[in-house]
C-alpha cells in the first residue's frame, strides 16, 4: 500500500504564495507520473499539474506562469509552488502519484487533500 502525506496549504492574501507538499511512501518500487488536482465547492475536480518521471511538465492553462510543479526522485516526493496566487485558486489540492510496487503491480494513488484558500 502506498501512503501519501501532504503539507503546505493555508490561507493567503491575493498576490500572495504558497508552496505544497507530497511525500510518498511504502510498497513503492518506481513513481511514473506525479501530478497536483483540485476541487473547489461545486466543482468538478481539474488537473493543475503533472510531472513525469523524466521530468516534462503539464500545466492548466489558467496556472500556467505562475505555478510550477517539481520533484525529488530520491524522497519520493512532489512539490507546487504556486505564485501570484489569486482568489479563484481557492480549492482543496490533492496529489496522485502513479507508478509500480515491489509486485510490479502498477499503483494510483491520492492524497487526503490540503486546503489552499485565497482572499481578495
Known amino acids: 500500500q502506498v501512503q501519501l502525506v501532504e503539507s503546505g496549504g493555508g490561507l493567503v492574501q491575493a498576490g500572495g504564495s504558497l508552496r505544497l507538499s507530497c511525500a510518498a511512501s511504502g510498497n513503492i518500487f518506481s513513481i511514473n507520473a506525479m501530478g497536483w488536482y483540485r476541487q473547489a465547492p461545486g466543482n468538478q475536480r481539474e488537473l493543475v499539474a503533472t510531472?513525469?518521471?523524466?521530468?516534462?511538465?503539464n500545466y492548466a492553462d489558467s496556472v500556467k506562469g505562475r505555478f510550477t510543479i517539481s520533484r525529488d526522485n530520491a524522497k519520493n516526493t512532489v512539490y507546487l509552488q504556486m505564485n501570484s496566487l489569486k482568489p479563484e485558486d481557492t480549492a482543496v489540492y490533492c496529489c496522485?502519484?502513479?507508478?509500480?510496487?515491489?509486485?510490479?503491480?502498477?499503483?494510483?494513488?491520492w492524497g487526503q487533500g490540503t486546503q489552499v484558500t485565497v482572499s481578495s
Open positions: 510531472i513525469t518521471s523524466g521530468g516534462s511538465t
Open positions: 496522485n502519484v502513479h507508478g509500480s510496487n515491489r509486485y510490479l503491480h502498477s499503483f494510483d494513488s
